[in-house]
């Protein structure tokens, strides 16, 4: 099926954190607490084949997904006999880590088109010395103000072509693209070196993650951002851009093909404008993702879960689109398309969500709450996002994981009622049945969640009370307990160790430009 070349959605149900550590290449990670959430806006056609997979252990978790898209029209569903385990067992290979495709096809393009890179020791002594270099920070600006590189301007991947020239206008200058540890930095830096900037162009190898190492101090709470880009430097780059995406076969479309696509019902349609988020917000196609450019190379899995889908990128300066479009035709997409419109949808559209057996009547607002909280009557369970749960939550409450709340249900004494809350209530609505079948009081779910506690003024907490492990989330390096540099280091050796691993695997057929 992997190898047939007709569309395909792998996924496995198991929390992130235990996909992270082994799983299928081409899988992506649709955890059973939070399926309904998540899963439609990756899968979205019925009709496209579905393979489940989970430990193979027997809990379940695949069967259990797989009566909730059963509910939901899914007509052509499987779930992988024996799970990971069978598969290993089998002799095949499995990963460690998340965005494992993204962050292979990064060494993949550093080892085979030979990107030129600089140790953080020799750029700081050229930043220390004058000299005429720019250092562009290629990640998103939330990432960017967090921790960045001093003097780094900051320039999300996809927009690099498109403002570099505003930011080093001379050939002489030296060009630097950083991002936290490696992929985005060769992306970002080959990107400038496709298109053909004059400049000497370099990534900075290991990210703020190797400045780090190398005892240098980065900055935080930065605001350097690229200006605007003039009507010549707009017109070199999407020259420069199209080049670059003729030449790896992507094609470009008019808003009638794009409506000639949507109406074909047997192929899957992503449709993705790839801009800065406040453009997108300002007005786009009606239908369209936001999924700025560099991230959709980056965390490509996180957007697209159906193998073989076609992919429409949009971006109205053109350059945007073409040069990530290129960069997904190098993973191996061959059906990907750039389309030059704008639009007047604006916001941000609510995603689209699986229906779940939500009983209304289980509701419980914010008022006949506070009563029961104030007399100590009810039993809370927050089953928000660890990482959500731990910076605050509502006060008394426990944590738990939706899809083992069998198992965290035994260590928490119960009051006269169990509520349970998360972060807008919705996957509270969606659990409550699931737990009334594990306990012998009512269950109820706060209408409008921890958002509608906070809103209201109320005292917020961050004391944890942890009735499950917090498996739900894979932490980036930075944010793991314990020894920050050690994790540094053990991720960006896993980041090199996986060209290799992909090559032994064999599912994935990387290409590279002029190669």
Not at 34 to 59: H, I, N, Y
Request: aromatic letters at 6%; proline letters at 4%.
């Amino acid at each position: 099926m992997l190898a047939d070349g007709r569309e395909l959605a792998l996924v496995d149900v198991r929390e992130e954190l235990l996909f992270s550590h082994n799983h299928l290449l081409p899988a992506r990670s649709v955890p059973l607490s939070r399926f309904e959430l998540k899963f439609a806006a990756l899968v979205p056609r019925c009709a496209t084949r579905v393979v489940l997979c989970d430990d193979g252990d027997g809990d379940g978790l695949a069967g259990r997904a797989a009566a909730i898209l059963a509910r939901n029209g899914y007509s052509d569903v499987a779930g992988l006999d024996g799970g990971v385990a069978a598969w290993a067992a089998a002799g095949f290979e499995l990963f460690s880590g998340v965005n494992v495709p993204s962050k292979a096809f990064g060494e993949f393009v550093a080892h085979s088109c030979g990107t030129p890179g600089i140790a953080a020791e020799e750029l700081e002594g050229l930043l220390r010395s004058g000299t005429d270099l720019v250092v562009l920070d290629s990640r998103p600006f939330d990432e960017y103000v967090r921790v960045c590189i001093p003097t780094a301007v900051n320039v999300p991947g996809a927009e690099l072509v498109l403002r570099a020239r505003e930011i080093a206008p001379s050939a002489s200058t030296t060009v630097v693209v950083n991002c936290a540890g490696r992929t985005r930095s060769i992306i970002g830096a080959q990107s400038l070196i496709n298109a053909g900037l004059p400049n000497r162009v370099l990534a900075l190898r290991n990210g703020t993650m190797g400045w780090s190492l190398a005892g240098f101090a980065c900055d935080s709470g930065q605001n350097r951002r690229a200006p605007g880009v003039s009507a010549d430097n707009l017109q070199w780059a999407r020259q420069a851009a199209k080049r670059v995406a003729e030449s790896c076969g992507v094609k470009a479309i008019d808003r009638a093909a794009l409506e000639r696509l949507r109406a074909e019902q047997d192929r899957t349609l992503y449709l993705f404008d790839v801009r800065d988020p406040a453009e997108y917000q300002a007005g786009h196609v009606a239908g369209a993702i936001s999924a700025p450019g560099g991230q959709l190379v980056q965390a490509t899995d996180q957007y697209v879960g159906t193998l073989g889908a076609r992919i429409v990128l949009v971006d109205d300066a053109e350059v945007r689109a073409s040069m990530t479009a290129s960069w997904l035709r190098q993973m191996g997409w061959q059906d990907v398309f750039v389309l030059a419109e704008t639009g007047t949808e604006v916001g941000r559209p609510a995603a689209p969500t699986l229906k779940a057996e939500i009983d209304n009547s289980a509701a419980i607002d914010l008022a006949a709450f506070g009563k029961l909280f104030a007399s100590h009557a009810a039993t809370v369970v927050d089953l928000s996002l660890s990482r959500d749960y731990l910076k605050e939550h509502i006060p008394g409450a426990w944590f738990a994981i939706r899809a083992r709340l069998d198992r965290a249900l035994k260590k928490i004494p119960l009051r006269e009622i169990l509520v349970l809350t998360s972060e807008d209530g919705a996957l509270a609505a969606m659990a409550v049945a699931e737990a009334q079948a594990l306990v012998n009081v009512p269950v109820r779910f706060l209408a409008g969640g921890n958002a509608a506690w906070r809103a209201a003024g109320y005292e917020l907490s961050a004391e944890s009370m942890m009735a499950d492990e917090p498996v739900d989330q894979w932490r980036r390096p930075y944010e793991r307990a314990g020894d920050a540099k050690a994790a540094m280091s053990e991720y960006l050796a896993w980041e090199i160790d996986l060209l290799q691993r992909i090559e032994r695997d064999g599912l994935l057929k990387f290409t590279c430009l002029g190669r």
